[in-house]
């Protein structure tokens, strides 16, 4: 019985409920180009692509300058929590990508 009651007070020590929950944004992009270098310089630049084709699908530029458009593009990568490839190929001469990253609505918010 003191196991059990000392592991809840353990877990709730080391982790402790915040009052705020935070709601975090999954961000998906992909990037596909043809294979005219070595793998690791395509790899690097399809991911870097995917990456900021994943914010600007985010975003709705409908209204927004091209200034303000890179402006907030730049400040969303800057508050990206976790960026992951999730799937990359290579088919023939093309090498394709595919990330996903985090970011919380309030960071979304602090850029809009």
């Known amino acids: 019985m ?14 402790p409920q915040s009052e ?3 709601e975090y944004v999954i961000i998906q992009g992909e990037h596909t180009q043809t294979i005219n ?3 690791d310089i395509v790899r690097e ?4 692509k995917a990456i ?3 914010i600007s699908g985010y975003i709705l530029n409908d209204e927004m ?4 458009m890179v402006a907030v593009r730049n400040c969303i990568r ?4 976790q960026i992951s490839v999730i799937d990359e190929s290579a088919i023939q001469t093309n090498f394709t ?16």
């Open 45 to 48: 630049e399809c991911t870097e």
């Open 2 to 15: 003191k196991k059990i009651i000392l592991l809840f007070w353990f877990l709730c020590f080391a982790f």
């Open 37 to 39: 270098n070595s793998i």
């Open 65 to 68: 300058s091209a200034e303000t």
């Open 20 to 22: 705020e929950e935070v």
């Open 52 to 54: 900021n084709n994943a």
């Open 97 to 112: 990508v595919t990330v996903q990253a985090f970011i919380t609505e309030e960071s979304i918010s602090e850029c809009l």
């Open 78 to 81: 800057s508050k990206l929590a």
